[in-house]
């Protein structure tokens, strides 16, 4: 019996291809579904309009990618079985599957302590048995149990599928030029050396393209200082609506959303309790923008200011500052706290600081390796006039003031 191949035009590499069945089994699944309402930059969308693409399309994009890169290493003679390129596509199309309600913004607020890997992993297995165990080589790829190290690596490393799609695609959908990278040169470029994923030396500097861009786009768009006010905004609205129900206040809100607001949960209390993985996958951005639309009628006046700066687009003032914030602080605490009649206990919700930091290449995580003409491996920061130096491998910090205006 022949299987139909499923052809979707993604306006980023235009037609891509899903011949495997299984791969159509994971993408019809309601929890991968879901991805459809769950948009890729939070609430990036606030500042650059156009960038309302969600977790679904980057997910087909990453699998795409992933078949990408293993066509590349099968026509170099690394020998990869049609099972370990099947699970390998898996694994990418699954990678983000764990994403809560506006991707990154709310990891931390309604299933604290909770990473979205970890969920992606419970999610995966799951299906897995869900699925009669097709997800079993994907499941250890994902989690790094499989032989093949560097099928992991393709999925999730320093330079994953993962990454250059969302770059490719991020820079798409914002219009910021700085993102595009030279992708398809480094799919290309890939090789397989002591079962570690390299990159040969002639594929260098579209690698360091790639790490550039990615420091670029996280100043001029993930951590644009408007971008990062909104989705502070957003935690600190789920913050006092959590706050208020656990305290006994009765506030609408979907039951998907509910369920998080009255409790507190750890990844011990995923694993005893399955419906707490299967109402987490009931839940995407329409549960959360209903709510916050209701609550800007709150009977709480700190909610109900929140909501409406969030709906009227009155969104935090943010100010990186290289000097003391101390100052600053009281005196805006002090302004804002007579202007809204709030106590001082309150006042947090509308004037406060924090660390904005930016991790363009961590020389303490797994490497970026390129195997030079002579057979020498080497990191990439060791490649003689190499762009990727210490300085820019350097983690960079930068403080804050967020403020309501």
Known sequence: MSIKVKIINDPVYGFI??????????????????????????????????AVHTR??????????????????????????????????????????????????????????????????????????????ILGKAIQVFDRSYPARYLHQLVS????????????????????????????????????????????????????????????????????????????LLVNILKRAKELTLDGMTLFATPALSYFLQRNLTIDDFMENPMHLDTFCALDDTDVMSSIKVWTNSGDRILSE???????????KVSFRSDSLASILIEKRDMIRKRLRIEEKDAHYFVFEGEATNST???????IKIETKNGIIKNITEIEDSLVNHTLAKAVHKNYICYMQ
């Open 17 to 50: 291809r899903f011949p495997e069945r299984e791969l159509m089994q994971i993408i019809n699944h309601p929890w991968f579904q879901r991805l459809r309402r769950i948009k890729q930059m939070g609430m990036a969308d606030l500042v650059y309009p156009g």
């Open 56 to 133: 679904f399309a980057h997910s087909l994009g990453a699998c795409h990618l992933a078949g990408k890169a293993m066509d590349e290493l099968r026509a170099k003679g690394i020998a990869t079985n049609n099972d370990e390129y099947l699970a390998t596509r898996m694994a990418a199309l699954l990678h983000d599957v764990g994403h809560g309600p506006f991707s990154h913004s709310l990891e931390k607020t309604l299933v604290g302590g909770v990473s979205h890997e970890i969920l992606s992993g419970m999610i995966m297995q799951r299906m897995n048995e869900e699925m009669g165990g």
């Open 306 to 316: 929140l909501c409406k700066m969030l709906i009227l687009r009155n969104l935090y």
């Open 157 to 232: 490393s320093q330079m994953d599928v993962d990454r250059m799609d969302y770059l490719n695609r991020d820079s798409f959908y914002t219009g910021v030029s700085e993102g595009v990278i030279g992708y398809d040169r480094i799919l290309q470029m890939l090789t397989v050396s002591n079962n570690e994923l390299l990159v040969e030396e002639k594929g260098v500097h579209s690698v360091e393209k790639f790490i550039i861009a990615r420091r670029l786009m996280y100043w001029q768009v993930y951590l644009h200082k408007t971008v990062l006010g909104t989705e502070l």
């Open 361 to 367: 290449y961590n020389i303490n995580d797994e490497l």
